[in-house]
């Protein structure tokens, strides 16, 4: 469990750390989640990981990283990630592909070139999503999870009715059933954006 940003920092600090003494070539992740919230200082509250959502891929003449999925994550950085779990006391699974299913269909149309980077040493370079897109993968985490700390981390974000809409649209590219819809028609109203919620409603 990580009980501010500073932990975070400190976990990733260590983590590329820990790959420059092994010698390990440059690895760039996309993290999500609370941990970005944290870290952006979006919001001040504890997470019990980091969220991996893809590793970044470089090509000669890219001006964003290339985005596959994270999991399995790549043996120096599992490696690496296995000796800051004991030397910090870590969870094992701190560090967390978990959500890099997300990659399968599709994310936010302009997510890679709206990224920000933070370097966590000579050999690890983070990438973070834009507002908007944190928004939106906090709808879709919401809507799935129901009220809680999703919805308190939007509120933090401090999205807007509009900006609910058009995380909601991408959700639905991610789930399609009607069951999910209806929870997202749910948590726009829940947040207030009651005439979305009935503009999202009536799309097909």
């Known amino acids: 469990m990580f009980q501010d940003h500073t932990a975070i920092s400190d976990a990733l600090r260590a983590l590329g750390a820990r790959l420059e003494a ?32 893809a590793l ?14 994270s999991r399995p994550l790549p043996d120096a950085l599992r490696t690496a990630a296995q000796g800051v779990q004991r030397d910090l006391g870590l969870r094992e699974d701190w560090l967390n592909a978990g959500p890099t299913d997300l990659l399968d269909h599709g994310l936010p149309a302009g997510f890679a070139e709206r990224l920000t980077e933070q370097r966590f040493g000579a050999r690890l370079l983070v990438h973070f999503p ?18 809680g700390r999703h919805t308190q981390d939007l509120t933090a974000l401090n999205a807007t009715p509009t900006e609910l809409l058009a995380g909601a649209r991408w959700a639905r590219s991610q789930d399609s059933s009607d069951g999910f819809k209806s929870m997202l028609l749910a948590l726009l109203r829940h947040c207030g954006a009651v005439a979305e919620a009935e503009v999202l409603a009536n799309e097909s």
Request: aromatic residues 4%; proline residues 3%.
């Open 22 to 53: 092994m010698g390990a070539s440059e690895v760039e992740i996309v993290v999500i989640g609370g941990a970005a919230l944290s870290v952006l200082g979006f919001v001040d509250r504890s997470t019990r990981d980091v969220d991996v959502l």
């Open 56 to 69: 970044g891929v470089r090509t000669p003449d890219s001006v964003a990283p290339l985005l596959i999925k």
């Open 130 to 147: 834009a507002r908007e897109d944190l928004i939106a993968l906090k709808v879709y985490a919401a809507a799935d999870t129901g009220i």
